[in-house]
């Protein structure tokens, strides 16, 4: 068979990408190579740097070459849209696509970002069934995270953003979703005017740095309320979550939902249920 496992890259393996820029800091080779390693799999996955103005030559290139799909990351996400011959729900919604099928038919664009998020919640033990969210940021990653959220069954979501008119565009995009009460606030007092939130996700980039101030407020972050942060920091927490641990407080970390935003990615190209703990160990 050939299989990149036992040391061989066959003239039947099929490649993977990551496409980005730049893309070098990335784990996701490791992660997916893992896991075909680890299953015996006939697929190899590679970080492949695109400039945003060969962005459309790259992606013409990819599918004349055949590949299975590719990952999108920064600064791609969102010019990937007109690219792609078809959408799921959650990349229409949000204007941004992570991952990309590559079919005889034409590319389909994926977002598998707010589905890994739900994926991290269930395995914390949060339950998003009828809960309050508070979702802190209005791009791309919020709204996929919306999205997917709203399809689990959230109650009700105040998306709170800097720039308020960007909250207030998500929330018209987001009627058609079916969550049963969607409101917008500034990023001030949130204390005040989001007081019963139990659910609070970090989709802005705040935490990246370790001098960026905290997404909510230091007395924000109790016990009464679960926290989720899309930021990862290879090999160290972010000011949100280190608080949240310190005080007990429920939190979903940034590397669990990039675990399984690569989970959803992984299964909709092989079509068969990846090797999870691989996965989870090639990137811890
Ligand atoms: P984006 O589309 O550029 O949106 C960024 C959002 O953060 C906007 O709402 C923006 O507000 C807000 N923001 C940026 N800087 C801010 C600041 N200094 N203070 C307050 N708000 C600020 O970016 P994105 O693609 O959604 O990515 C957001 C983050 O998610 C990135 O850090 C990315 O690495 C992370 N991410 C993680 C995963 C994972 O698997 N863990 C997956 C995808 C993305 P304005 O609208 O006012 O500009």
């Known amino acids: 068979m050939g299989s990149v496992s036992r040391g061989r890259i066959s003239g039947k393996t099929r490649l993977l990408a990551l496409i980005g820029h730049p893309v070098g800091h990335s784990l996701s080779p490791a992660m997916h190579n893992a896991a075909f390693v680890a299953d015996d799999l006939d697929f190899v996955y590679v970080c492949l740097d695109v400039d945003p103005d060969e962005l459309p030559a790259a992606v013409r290139g990819l599918q004349a070459l055949k590949l299975r799909g590719f990952n999108v990351t920064m600064p791609h996400k969102r010019a990937m849209v007109p690219l792609v011959d078809e959408l799921d729900e959650e990349a229409r919604i949000s204007g941004a696509v992570n991952t990309v099928v590559i079919e005889d038919s034409g590319l389909r664009g994926c977002n598998t970002d707010g589905g890994g998020m739900v994926m991290a919640c269930q395995e914390a033990g949060i339950e998003l069934s009828g809960k309050s ?78 001098e960026d101030p905290m997404p909510v407020s230091a007395g924000y972050v109790q016990k009464s309320r679960a926290f989720c942060d899309v930021v990862y920091r290879p090999g160290t927490k972010t000011p949100l979550v280190r608080l949240a641990h310190e005080r007990g407080v429920p939190v979903v970390a940034g590397d669990r939902m990039l675990l399984y935003q690569g989970v959803l990615a992984q299964k909709l190209w092989t079509g068969r249920e990846p090797n999870v703990k691989a996965m989870d160990r090639a990137i811890s």
């Open 133 to 210: 969210v508070l979702l802190l940021g209005a791009g791309g990653t919020a709204a996929a995270i919306a999205v997917a959220f709203g399809n689990a069954g959230v109650g009700e979501l105040h998306i709170a953003n800097r720039t308020v008119e960007r909250a207030t565009h998500l929330r018209d995009k987001l009627y058609e979703t079916g969550i049963k009460r969607l409101a917008v606030h500034s990023l001030d007092a949130l204390e005040e005017t989001v007081p019963d939130a139990e659910i609070v996700i970090n989709a802005t980039p705040l935490g990246m740095k370790e």
